[in-house]
């Protein structure tokens, strides 16, 4: 049992035994407390112990442009100080200044650009409104021409169609030029006519490019009809006399060259019977597309 002696000048003179049950470390520091009790004393090794972790801060940042050269700035306000909890808040401040202005450069205009390229005869005026940039891979240059735009549609009504009736093996119905375009293009061509004839007759219809004889003239379009009397529809759409690939011309318009389209309707069964073609209704319809 401790006890304890007050002493004549106020001072406290404790007798008992000390047990350091607190220790976990002893030799860390060299310092403990003790609370001393008339039931015995309580003790930690070393003084101090590690609390719980607090809370990170909050940090609310501002950016601030300043001007060409001045110095960089931070400044850190703590808008909450927190508490048991409750985390710290904080706005940082940066002031950042703006790059100096560089150097004009050695062109200022496109048109007087080393690498533009214009082709023969061509100058920029108002010929040349709306032409567009293309690279040029041969040469490392960009290139001033024409927007590669589908064109038209170049339409052939009825009331300028030929109608037919007779034992020709085929007929021109309508034809139309198409100027010459500044790239190459194939066409997507729609058509149509009625085609009339005997039950042992089968006409069909075609577009066919810069010919109207089938088989000299390249196909662009074709339409089925049917074996009999009529009067039927033919449609005729964009349809393809050879198969083409990547580098097949067939069917195209060269560039800055013009064209004759040409609808032509088609007797294909072995028979002497007349056949023929109306123009009511009929119509063409050509769109230039680029290739």
Request: charged letters at 5%; aromatic letters at 8%; a negative charge.
């Amino acid at each position: 049992m401790a006890t304890y002696t007050v002493n004549a000048d106020g001072s406290i003179t404790w007798n008992g035994s000390v047990t350091f049950s607190g220790a976990t470390d002893p030799l860390s520091t060299g310092v403990a407390t003790l609370t001393l009790t008339p039931a015995g004393g309580v003790s930690n090794l070393p003084a101090l112990v590690d609390g719980a972790p607090g809370l990170p801060p909050q940090l609310t940042f501002a950016v601030n442009t300043l001007a060409a050269g001045a110095t960089a700035t931070v400044q850190t306000t703590q808008t909450n100080p927190g508490s048991a909890g409750t985390a710290s808040a904080y706005t940082v401040t940066l002031g950042i200044p703006q790059g100096a202005q560089g150097a004009a450069g050695t062109n200022a205009t496109i048109a007087g650009a080393s690498d533009l390229e214009l082709p023969s005869g061509v100058s920029l005026g108002t010929a040349t409104a709306g032409y567009t940039l293309s690279y040029d891979a041969v040469n490392s240059k960009w290139l001033v021409g024409p927007p590669k735009r589908t064109t038209g549609p170049y339409v052939v009504l009825s009331s300028s169609f030929t109608a037919y009736s007779g034992t020709a093996g085929s007929a021109t119905l309508a034809s139309i030029g198409l100027p010459a375009l500044p790239y190459a293009y194939r066409p997507q061509v729609q058509a149509g006519f009625y085609g009339t004839g005997t039950v042992n007759t089968h006409v069909d219809g075609m577009v066919l490019l810069n010919s109207p004889t089938p088989g000299t003239g390249q196909q662009v379009g074709y339409g089925l009809g049917v074996t009999g009397a009529g009067p039927y529809p033919v449609n005729v759409q964009a349809s393809f006399g050879a198969s083409i690939s990547g580098s097949s011309t067939y069917g195209q318009v060269a560039a800055n060259t013009a064209a004759t389209f040409y609808l032509v309707a088609s007797q294909l069964n072995s028979t002497t019977d007349a056949w023929g073609a109306q123009a009511t209704n009929g119509y063409l319809t050509i769109t230039a597309v680029p290739s």
